[in-house]
């Protein structure tokens, strides 16, 4: 099988990357939820982002030398791209559209950056020398649920770093832990916003192919490596402000 890895981490985030984009400029060209084929295709390749970006928070939980400056780095771009994803939001109203449950329902109120940080104190938590009791840890566990769920992808982005995180190796048990947490989340999305769509959040099964390639490298240019490392941070809140800009400007 090692013929078949031929994916380090940097073409992986760069796969997850573009595959980002071109699900947000399908939400912006065709809003709403079309049954086009189209955008469901668009919105399909675009399912492939979560969870790789999932696994790399765990794989870099595994690898960081720091997991504090870690956390605290995943935190600070959660609050950045939260004005950055509610303005490149359809709901955006005006700047009060930036106080989180000041208009609309529960979710969605803020980017999956929030529950990715989240995921990995979650990470954490599940991990730490310092908690001894497993019901103290899963108390914790379910409140930091709470806290993530109104964001983007809601608790099951953490959920899924935490499965990734504590079965490092076990690719077959990672990825039955994502169906089965997608699964929960396509139901609710199934039931609560739109049947099609529900649905097509099980396209992270594509996630599958594209991780089995992982030879569980960086990269060999340590420079290209650096601006990997930064990359998504800035990109994604970047990009989320030109969608934004774009609408806006219409």
């Avoid at 004005?83 to 979710?107: C, E, H, Q, R």
Wanted: net charge positive; aromatic share 18%.
């Amino acid at each position: 099988m090692g013929k078949y890895k031929k994916l380090d981490s940097n073409l992986i985030k760069l796969i997850a990357i573009i595959a980002m984009t071109i699900d947000h400029i399908a939400w912006m060209i065709f809003p709403g939820y079309p049954k086009d084929f189209l955008p469901i295709l668009l919105h399909i390749a675009g399912r492939l982002t979560c969870p790789i970006m999932c696994y790399f928070v765990a794989e870099g939980y595994h690898y960081t030398r720091d997991v504090r400056k870690y956390t605290n780095r995943l935190f600070l771009f959660a609050f950045i791209s939260h004005f950055a994803y509610v303005f490149a939001s359809m709901d955006f109203v005006d700047w009060k559209s930036f106080i989180p449950f000041y208009y609309g329902g529960v979710l969605n109120q803020t980017s999956v950056m929030w529950s990715l940080a989240w995921g990995l104190v979650m990470l954490r938590v599940a991990n730490s020398q310092k908690i001894q009791k497993s019901a103290t840890k899963t108390v914790l566990i379910i409140l930091i649920c709470l806290f993530s769920f109104p964001s983007d992808w809601s608790c099951v982005a953490s959920l899924c770093i935490l499965a990734f995180g504590t079965n490092r190796g076990k690719l077959k048990t990672q990825v039955l832990w994502l169906i089965f947490y997608t699964t929960i989340y396509a139901t609710v999305y199934f039931f609560a916003v739109d049947k099609i769509y529900g649905l097509l959040q099980m396209a992270v099964v594509c996630f599958i192919p594209v991780i089995m390639m992982y030879n569980g490298q960086r990269g060999k240019n340590q420079k290209v490596n650096y601006v990997m490392k930064w990359l998504f941070y800035v990109y994604y809140p970047l990009h989320l402000f030109v969608i934004g800009w774009i609408q806006y400007m219409r």
